[in-house]
């Protein structure tokens, strides 16, 4: 069915709506029983009225039902809202039609004409200032990052050979989510992860107060500046989702720093995992949210760019392998070193 110009129009009011659902726990709220607009403003302390008109909107789009009663109930659409669903996105929920979705809606005409980033555009800062400022979205953003990492970190714990890795280093690794999901597989590996001090701090304060004594021994938090820096010691060093938000030549910059970090171990291997072009069911949209999140003229890459780029930084990529959630990995070894496969 074609989809008319006004409903993408009002598509921003409804992806708002799914925003402020997800962000005020409203999936949650339901999850023992079907609730009025009354109890679930009582639960979740928001003004009924408000709330009463957010539901109408949300279960027009199919998101909740609605009884002859005016009872609201969950659907398997937003059962993926609550925060205890195994495929959550409700931090993920949060972010995309909040912070990014405001970015867009504020700089993006500007960004295209001037040629510059979203968010310096609408805000007049990076992603990374601006969460530096607001307490509540970045812990938003570490979860969402974590809703996105799920699906992923399953598989590379499944696919991945460890048997002969004891270190992991996960290169602007967010709150761990994709190290905790393989070290919960592989028992004999330890993580590093390696953000921005302010991430690094959240992180580690949660696992410190989690009763996980096992997790606490074999996972380790880094502050880093990537763009300077990588910590050596790794026999495995992974990056997801990060090279594609900056420039060719600062992703080169990363890259170059991983390998000074694994010129120091004895023949280590990095995963780079990414969307390709190739491979990415959601290319045509991956530009846009590379505008609004990235650097200026941060761009999805294809196998030939990661290619390049991983020659320029002095690495071989060996092979490259599409992955579900749209991903593909690079594997890639210190250029002069003997291939592998
Ligand atoms: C798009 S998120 C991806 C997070 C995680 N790898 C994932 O896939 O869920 C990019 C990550 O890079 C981190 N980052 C950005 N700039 C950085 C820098 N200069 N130094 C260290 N980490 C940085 C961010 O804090 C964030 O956690």
Redesign the pocket.
């Known amino acids: 069915m074609e989809v008319s110009l006004l409903s993408h129009v009002m598509g921003s009011i409804s992806s708002a709506a799914i925003g402020a659902v997800a962000r005020l726990g409203i999936a949650d709220a339901l999850a023992d029983r079907p609730k009025t607009g009354a109890e679930i403003a009582e639960a979740i302390e928001a003004d009924q009225v408000s709330l009463e008109s957010l539901m109408q909107a949300v279960a027009a789009l199919g998101i909740f039902t609605v009884d002859e009663d005016r009872r609201y109930a969950n659907t398997a659409a937003s059962e993926q809202l609550k925060s205890d669903h195994p495929q959550s996105i409700r931090h993920l929920a949060s972010l995309i039609c909040g912070l990014y979705g405001q970015a867009a809606a504020g700089g993006l005409a500007k960004a295209v004409k001037d040629g510059t980033a979203v968010m310096p555009a609408a805000f007049g800062v990076s992603l ?1 200032e601006y ?1 530096e400022n607001d307490a509540e979205t970045s812990r938003i ?2 979860l969402a ?2 809703d ?2 799920r699906p992923i970190g399953v598989v590379l714990a499944e696919h991945v050979p460890f048997e002969d890795v004891r270190v992991v280093v ?6 761990g ?2 190290l905790k999901t393989i070290l919960a597989a592989h028992p004999h590996l330890h993580g590093v992860c ?3 001090p302010d ?1 690094c701090r959240r992180a580690e304060a949660d696992l410190r107060a989690s009763d996980d004594e096992d997790l606490k021994q074999r996972l380790t938090y880094r ?6 820096e990588i910590p050596e010691g790794g026999d495995l060093y992974l ?4 090279l594609h ?1 900056w420039s060719s030549e600062s992703s080169v910059r990363i890259l170059s720093n991983i390998r000074t970090a694994m010129a120091a171990g004895d023949n280590p291997t990095l995963l780079v ?1 990414d969307p390709l072009a190739e491979h990415d069911s959601g290319a045509a949209f991956r530009n846009v949210i590379k505008m609004v ?1 990235g650097e200026t003229h941060a761009r999805e890459r294809t196998e030939a760019d990661i290619r390049r780029e991983a020659a320029d930084a002095g690495l071989h990529v060996e092979s490259i392998t599409p992955c579900p959630a749209d991903l593909s990995v690079a594997t890639c070894k210190l250029a002069e070193a003997p291939a592998t496969v």
Do not use: C, E, H
């Open positions: 990374y969460l953003f570490d990052m974590q996105w990492s996960d290169v602007g690794g967010g709150n989510a994709l390696v953000d921005r991430t502050p880093a500046d990537i763009l300077k990056i997801k989702n990060v938000d995992i999140v």
